[in-house]
């Protein structure tokens, strides 16, 4: 693994690094989305793909994403679409409306679809019952059939599960778990509004395991408010006595004019970007002195989790929920808000629940909007994905994937990777663009400078 004294991140670079820009979960973002994409596009965007598989044509292996927007109390940090509520029986007319959609997704195949992966994100996925939840999978099996050895993943918020309700996920198939950790320490917890107790995840990460759960993951945040360096320190310390398989370690961006829970975290409370850089050092540091690969962007993994293996044979993709180890999968996103991407298309679906349950009630599929891919939009997303995936741009692949000379075509960005060669983050071959292990640690900078709509 990369670490900062491997390679060499003094402080002026951790500072760079501790910028936000575009995370590549696609290409091109989602904020380049429009509204001119509608209903009729993502619908034949979907009978294309059950047209060419019923052809025999090559097609994307399938991913299902569902949305779950509600959560019992709000985080403070919080900047994800939610529906904070703790009226439960609102997630029985959610089901309602996702029956509607898979339907929808079902006239539109004329037949149920194979998929190979599953994921359940939110909000709280875990805000709906056992039942609920066992509902979902039969509403979704109407429309989709699970490979065997389909990836089936949850995101799970540790204060509203307990080692039972865990054995029934297993039970119903899911086979893959993410905890929302943050941080340990309770006064970070209080000045969040999150409290969950260390035992508590413990106790929970223990029935994961014992229940056969794989590729356990757990997200972190640096920069919360009441989080000092020697706090974080003792918070990494807990982490890796639990040793997750995956962590997730992200930086926390204050924008409370732009998301109304962070209004109530106070400004004085947060960590200086001395402090910041410090705790992100220290947390590069202790990963890698846990023995963890560092995978890209913030994410780390134990050398014999599937995630790590993916990165060292060259086999490691990047969707909406991350890194991931399956093939490039067109994903059907449901629920309120949920972004998918079927063929050459992206597409988003109504962010507001109002929006969303009457377009369902209408009859029509709930994208708001989307896009259809260019011939430079689909080059591009090959490249940033290699650099965001390899880490390394093989002119020939690229060559051969798109038709194009990469030195003509990409001419200026060449140009631009010099200055980024000096610093010591990529080397550029004759055939190839190779990132070096300082360079990884600033994918998102490197993949920026293909990005046609910065520029
Ligand atoms: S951070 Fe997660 S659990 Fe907390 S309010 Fe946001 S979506 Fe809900």
Redesign the pocket.
């Known amino acids: 693994m990369n670490t900062s004294s491997s390679v060499g991140l003094d402080s002026r670079l951790l500072q760079r690094l501790d910028k936000s820009g575009p995370r590549y979960t696609s290409y091109p973002t989602a904020d380049r989305f429009n509204e001119r994409f509608n209903p009729q596009d993502y619908e034949l965007a979907l009978k294309t793909r059950a047209e060419g598989l019923a052809a025999g044509s090559a097609i994307a292996p399938l991913s299902m994403y569902v949305h779950v927007p509600f959560?019992e109390?709000?985080?403070y940090?919080?900047?994800?679409n939610?529906i904070?509520t703790r009226d439960h029986t609102r997630a029985a007319k959610y089901l309602d409306a996702l029956e509607l959609e898979v339907d929808l997704h079902l006239r539109a195949w004329g037949q149920p679809q194979q998929a190979s992966q599953l994921h359940l994100g939110?909000?709280?996925p875990t805000f709906m019952s056992d039942l609920e939840i066992s509902r979902l999978m039969a509403i979704l099996r109407r429309a989709v059939e699970f490979s065997s050895n389909a990836e089936m993943s949850v995101e799970v918020?540790p204060r509203t599960v307990t080692p039972q309700r865990l054995a029934n996920l297993a039970e119903m198939g899911f086979n893959r778990i993410s905890f929302?950790v943050q941080d340990f320490d309770e006064q970070v917890q209080a000045a969040v509004h999150?409290l969950q107790p260390f035992e508590s995840v413990q106790g929970l990460m223990e029935s994961a395991r014992s229940l056969g759960y794989g590729s356990i993951n757990m997200d972190l945040i640096y920069g919360l408010p009441k989080q000092t360096p020697d706090s974080f320190a003792k918070t990494l310390g807990q982490v890796a006595q639990l040793r997750p398989d995956r962590i997730a370690l992200y930086g926390y961006a204050h924008m409370p004019e732009r998301f109304k829970?962070q209004r109530r975290i106070l400004t004085p409370d947060l960590p200086t970007s001395v402090q910041r850089i410090s705790m992100l050092e220290q947390a590069i540091n202790r990963f890698r002195a846990e023995g963890y690969d560092y995978i890209g962007m913030d994410h780390f993994a134990l050398p014999d989790d599937s995630l790590a293996v993916a990165k060292r044979q060259g086999k490691l993709q990047r969707n909406f929920q991350g890194y991931s180890t399956q093939p490039d999968c067109d994903i059907v996103a449901l629920g309120v808000s949920a972004i998918g991407r079927v063929g050459n298309s992206y597409s988003q679906n109504a962010k507001t629940l109002d929006q969303y349950l009457a377009a369902l009630r209408q009859g029509r599929f709930p994208t708001e909007k989307g896009l259809w891919l260019s011939s430079d939009d689909l080059i591009r997303r090959t490249v940033v994905m290699a650099l965001m995936c390899q880490g390394r741009l093989d002119f020939e692949l690229i060559e051969k994937t798109c038709g194009i000379t990469v030195t003509s075509y990409f001419k200026p960005e060449l140009a631009r990777l010099q200055a980024m060669q000096e610093e010591g983050m990529l080397v550029i071959e004759p055939r190839a663009v190779q990132l070096t292990p300082l360079g990884w640690h600033f994918v998102r900078s490197i993949a920026m400078v293909f990005d046609r709509y910065l520029h």
């Open positions: 959560c109390s709000v985080c940090y919080c900047a994800c939610k904070v939110g909000g709280t918020d929302g999150r829970p």
